[in-house]
């Protein structure tokens, strides 16, 4: 797409399959931990999602759906197999979708990325532990073999075919943020020796064969995106170069909408942290990348030499006139949001009506920096503004930190604190 002046955030795009998206807003997934005791979608989830549609929203993916309900990232995720109870599903596929909104389900497996309390043997590309601390969260994880990833693969298109049974108006693969998709593409951790490691075209077999087998179960003309890490920002780890090649070849394949994104558990740029050392000296000083507000808005306009398949960047919007200027501008196509729509579920309206809307999300810290690293307050404080909407409540911006942290301990304990995700 070109740069157009006449771009608004409330113009109609349509996909490749000729879906017909009515705004460029677009919901990005984010730990809800609403599943129920059985790991069907709870009542909850309906009422949020309605929540959502109502405030206006284009484009909404899932919080992650994991594929295999041996393998879970969180205590409380969604799964969506042959054990899954459709009926719930399509409760809450039918609230998200209201108000001419579309409902995607974003398709996980973690990989080595399970808690220790979860799995005491995780499986990955490589028998290669997480780093950087992480190592007494998570499990050294067991290297994968053939058969088995060939089982993964199908357990991806098994989802995606409940997925359209269900009333999603389609999938994403969830191939960012250090989980397995990202595993295999990493050269840092896959270094298989077979045909599903060692050159990046060996690496992204899996996204590639995981993205076909989608294909074949859900037809040409249901929508199939993908999560793509625009870098790992670690050394060794999956470069720009590397996504701007796997982007090429998911869009030769046919891919209907890529989402960039960034970062892994050890570098979780996806939340505006990256590891210094690898944060490139023109990402500091360049004055453009500096004044805008999305984190990885010029990495987009790289990605726009090699592919024409429409673009999600999500990360760091907080005004109106910066998510219409990234429109305007050729970077991305639609503008995803993730934390603001915790607070402010209306923002939609609110940005389409307001061309001086701007929402500011303060630092959240209980004053006590051990309290903090134990509470992971961006993750648990937002969860408790999605538990709020769940229960048909508005949002508490002024939720005090402290009121997070001692929720969150009696809700679930001491594991409540254990190391999640990013």
Sequence with gaps: MTASTKLTLDSQFTLPTGTVIKNRLFKSAMSEQLGDKHHNPSKGLAHLYRRWAQGGIGLMMSGNIMIDRTALGEPKNVVLDDKSDLTLFKAWTKAGTENNSHLWAQLNHPGKQIPNFIAKEPVAPSAIALKRG???????????????????????????KLSKESG??????????????????SPGHNQRTDKW???LENRMRFVVEVY????????????????????????????????????????EEGI?????????????AMVGRRDKSEVKAADVKKESTVKREAYFLDYAESVRKHTKTPLVVTGGFRTAGGMTEALRGGACDFIGLA???????????????????????????????????MAMLDITWYEFQLARMADKKAPDPKMSEWLAFAKTLAGAGIYAFKKRRA
Excluded: C, W
Excluded at 256 to 268: A, N
Excluded at 364 to 370: H, I, S
């Design 256 to 268: 209907d909408l890529i989402e960039i994104s960034g970062g892994t558990y050890e570098s979780p």
């Design 168 to 185: 999603f108006t389609g999938v994403q693969i969830h191939g960012a943020h250090g989980y397995l998709v990202s595993q295999f593409l």
């Design 212 to 251: 076909r087998a989608i294909r074949k179960e859900v037809g040409k003309d249901f929508p199939v995106g993908i999560k793509l890490n625009s870098a790992d920002f670690m050394k060794g780890g999956f470069s720009e170069e590397d996504s701007m090649q796997v982007i090429q070849k998911l869009s």
């Design 197 to 199: 490691g060692g050159s």
């Design 134 to 160: 992480l190592e007494k969260g998570f499990n050294k994880p067991r290297a994968l073999t053939e058969p088995e990833i060939l089982g993964i693969i199908g357990k991806f298109a098994t989802a995606a």
């Design 339 to 373: 934390r603001p729509l915790a607070v402010d579920p209306d923002l939609p309206n609110s940005v389409m009506q307001n061309p001086a809307y701007e929402i500011t999300l303060r630092p959240l810290t209980t004053g006590v920096k051990a309290v903090d690293k």
